[in-house]
């Protein structure tokens, strides 16, 4: 069975930095593309960041580049999202997914993120 | 930017009648390679999200054949033939080569 398990997750004050976690297990991380996705209180899912199967190219969504970096650890099957110089509006619950073929076959269950001071 | 519009946002169903969802897309999601990577996935309540169609109409396995995909081009659909109470939770279309979600449609039960 596939799990993807995020954590990581919690209170930060804006311009703070925070590191998420996604651990997976009956997946090779290596062989999918990897995704952060979130989603803010009352809006629709978005694309965060992604990472290739290779490891060599990584992705981010304009609001977050430069402030955010993915990683993975292919030694833990973990994949990493740092998160620095947070603002209000990256409060959200962060998902990762894998994806294949243009599409997200697993879902982690999420983790929060809430920006305050 | 691609952006996809879903109506209705809320629609209360029935049991045992059918259910439809829209999915409409600012432009059109044929891919450079012809195909048309459209998902649609439920989120339960309290759970992950789970894909039940991809391209457009594709059922993934162990998905119940009530549930169906059609479209083509900007307007893609998602109909449940007969609402059961599992399939109470929150529908959202996928456009898998920009990751463009639609706002995502909340199903309940009357």
């Known amino acids: 069975e596939v799990q993807l398990v995020e954590s990581g997750g919690g209170l930060v004050q804006p311009g703070g930095s925070l590191t998420l976690s996604c651990a997976a297990s009956?997946?090779?991380?290596?062989?999918?593309?990897m995704h952060w996705v979130r989603q803010a209180p009352g809006k629709r899912l978005d694309f965060v960041s992604a990472i290739s199967g290779s490891g060599d190219k990584t992705y981010y969504a304009n609001p977050v580049k430069g402030r955010f970096t993915i990683s993975r650890d292919i030694s833990k099957n973990t994949l990493y999202l740092q998160m620095g110089s947070v603002r209000p509006e990256d409060m959200a619950v962060y998902y990762c997914a894998s994806a294949r073929s243009h599409s997200y076959h697993y879902w982690g269950q999420g983790t929060l993120v809430s920006v305050s001071s | 930017d691609v952006v996809l519009t879903q109506s209705p946002l809320s629609l209360p169903v029935t049991l045992g009648q059918p259910a439809s969802i829209s999915c409409r897309s600012s432009?059109?999601?044929?891919?450079?390679?012809?195909?048309?990577?459209l998902d649609w996935f439920q989120q339960r309540p309290g759970q992950s999200p789970r894909r039940l169609i991809y391209q457009i109409s594709n059922r993934d396995s162990g998905v119940p054949d009530r549930f169906s995909g059609s479209g083509s081009g900007t307007d893609f659909t998602l109909k449940i033939s007969r609402v059961e109470a599992e399939d109470v939770g929150i529908y959202f279309c996928?456009?898998?080569?920009?990751?463009?979600f639609g706002q995502g449609t909340k199903v309940e039960i009357k």
């Open positions: 432009q059109s999601l044929v891919y450079r390679d012809g195909n048309t990577y």
């Open positions: 009956g997946l090779t991380i290596s062989g999918y593309e």
């Open positions: 996928l456009e898998g080569t920009r990751w463009t």
